[in-house]
């Protein structure tokens, strides 16, 4: 690929052709704030809170959808810069509920984030603000419209990642807002509640409602895991906070997936602390179950397998997996059918 020489705070360096200024800043270690931006999403160029200052340009230019070019002069944090990053953020602020002290973003805020690293303490601004019903309507997802910052990552999300369309913007001017068609709740939408417009807002907006209250993001052990439910094996965080688990967070590192996922992988965990799951196995004794240790379960199944494998054979046994457990589960059912039983009768369900 061809490569340009370009000068970045002073720094030259070579990078190449295709990449944006945010792209080629951020391959030499310059954060360029985003708000609109998002990785995974195509570019949109909304917020314009990514501007930089190009030598031999009028105007400031959006890092995020402008191309790299031979010999480019940029500067990132110039005077011009911050002063438009300021107003961009003032303006944000001059309608939005500023709730940081219970707001569940607080600390995983990106709008939080940049007003403190540019010393925003509140809006400039007077006027009127927005004062939206939030949509509690379904039991997965939380929309505080009063929180949105028309980044349109949601809506993109929803279309790109997700192909559902459910949202998008409805009215104009100050009346602008995210909604699903003809307004209604997310329960009353054609809504999946996989969650991935959730996973991709940067402020409290939209948020996990099973995590509400359930700790503050940065208290959270993420442990990443492969999915449970079915084969794709999307990988995700299961967050912990005091050895419980508390929810699922997208990863944004995962290979299979990226943030992408389903509604049971990012809201079906709740089984998990469920009191009515099994923790010791039963076995059966004159009709009736009776809990029992480990080693007598397990030992009494390799007794009775070894019986039946003794009188009728070993094609007497068939072993069937599932999509739902992991290549090394699999694995090892079809080793134990082939290698302890001594049969090939092993099938899944996944087959057909
Ligand atoms: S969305 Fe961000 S800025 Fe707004 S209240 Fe929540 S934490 Fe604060
Ligand atoms: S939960 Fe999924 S389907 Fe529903 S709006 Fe968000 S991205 Fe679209
Ligand atoms: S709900 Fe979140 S992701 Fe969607 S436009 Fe508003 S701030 Fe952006
Ligand atoms: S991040 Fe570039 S315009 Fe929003």
Known sequence: MKE?????????VQVQVDLTILKAAEQI????PRLCYDEELSLSGACRLC???VEGRPNLQAACVTQVTE????????????AARRAILDLLLSDHPLDCLTCEKNGDCKLQEYC???????SSFVGERHHYLVDDSNPFIYRDMNKCIQCERCVRACAEITGQDNISFINRGFSRK????????????ICTFCGNCVAVCPTGALIEKPMMGKGRRWELKRVKTTCPFCGTGCNFDLCVKDGKLVGVLSNPNSVVNGRALCIKGRFGWDYVNNEERLTTPLIKKNGKFAEASWDEAISLIATRLGEIKEKYGPNAFGALSSARCTNEENYLMQKFARAVMGTNNVDHCART
Do not use: C
């Open 178 to 189: 995210v909604a699903t068609y003809a307004d209604k709740p997310f329960a009353d939408s």
């Open 29 to 32: 270690g310059i954060d360029i």
């Open 4 to 12: 340009v020489t370009i000068t970045i705070n002073g720094k030259e």
């Open 71 to 82: 010999g480019m002069v940029i500067h990132t944090e110039s005077p011009a810069v911050v």
């Open 51 to 53: 501007v930089v200052e």
């Open 116 to 122: 403190y690293r540019y010393g925003l303490k509140e």
